[in-house]
């Protein structure tokens, strides 16, 4: 048996296989092993994984915060106690969506999700990566970026009146000391954050949403992957973020002189058929 794993800080697209053929997905709330320890991971892995058992079970777990071999074996230590006996590998997310939209081909490979990350992916390994700095100090162009900006022109009084209404009507009591405790008080703050790229993408086509979108993008590809010097590789780009503004992204990415964009909502599909191929 093989699962594979595509996990953000949201959510996490689970993939059973049985001799390379799929019999099973599943879905589960995100971890970061950055923010979160081992028990609360276990606990994440022990509900998903319920009545998962047998011999010989693989498991290629790729994730956000996956950044470190410390934060690589709150993982593994997690889905062995969950699954005991079982052969882990854990990556970057980054290695998913490289694997997933690129396989043995070099590109730039990306995150656009609640947060971003980027590396420029060659012989079939991540080379070279610039710090995403999460999203107090990166992630530009994400889910929690957007929302970041969002909420920063809301308390400012800057929002067009109509995303005003809206936002207001769709949060009601969102006034200023209610983002500053989420923010800064609450848990998980960045998928508090990226929570309102929703409230955006269902006004994707608003001047100032495509705007600020357009704006992230600029900075995330003027920060991270121009700095790779390889604008004649493909854009490989995984998240919900990609995919739901990924026209924009495609305007960006040409102005920004990028050859190609390939975009995906998560890596779990790419990696199940990446994975099933290996088996054949």
């Known amino acids: 048996m093989i699962i594979t794993a595509d996990s953000g800080s949201t959510s996490i697209d689970w993939r059973i296989l049985r001799r390379g053929e799929p019999v ?3 879905a589960s709330p995100g971890v970061n092993p950055v923010l979160q320890g081992v028990e609360a991971i276990r606990g994440v892995f022990a509900e998903a994984l319920r009545g998962v058992e047998g011999p010989g079970i693989r498991v290629y777990f790729y994730g956000a915060g996956v ?8 993982v593994r230590e997690a889905l062995r106690a969950v699954l005991p006996g079982c052969e882990v590998t854990a990556g970057s997310d980054l290695e998913a969506a490289a694997i997933a939209l690129l396989g043995d081909k070099d590109g730039v490979a990306a995150i656009l999700g609640t947060g971003s990350n980027s590396g420029l992916y060659l012989g079939g390994r991540i080379v070279r990566n610039i710090p995403a700095g999460g999203f107090i100090l990166g992630d530009e162009g994400s889910g929690a970026w957007l929302g970041k900006m969002l909420l920063a022109d809301y308390i400012k009084g800057l929002l067009p009146q109509d995303v005003e209404t809206a936002l207001r009507e769709e949060f009601p ?5 209610a983002v500053v405790c989420r923010v800064y008080g609450g848990e998980m703050p960045s998928r508090y954050l990226a929570s309102f790229s929703l ?4 006004r994707k086509d608003c001047p100032y949403v495509r705007s600020l979108v357009a704006s992230g993008f600029r900075l995330f590809l003027e920060r991270n992957v121009s700095r790779y010097g ?3 590789l493909p854009l490989a780009a995984v998240g919900s973020v990609a995919c739901v503004y990924g ?3 495609r305007e960006v990415a040409a102005e920004c002189g990028v050859c190609q964009v390939l975009t995906a909502p998560g890596a779990g599909d790419g990696l199940e058929r990446y994975f099933s191929k290996m088996i054949e």
């Open 199 to 202: 409230f955006l993408g269902r």
């Open 67 to 74: 950044v470190s071999e410390a934060a690589g074996e709150k």
């Open 230 to 232: 390889r604008p004649d």
């Open 24 to 26: 099973r997905r599943l």
């Open 173 to 177: 009591g969102l006034d200023y000391p």
């Open 247 to 249: 026209d924009i992204l």
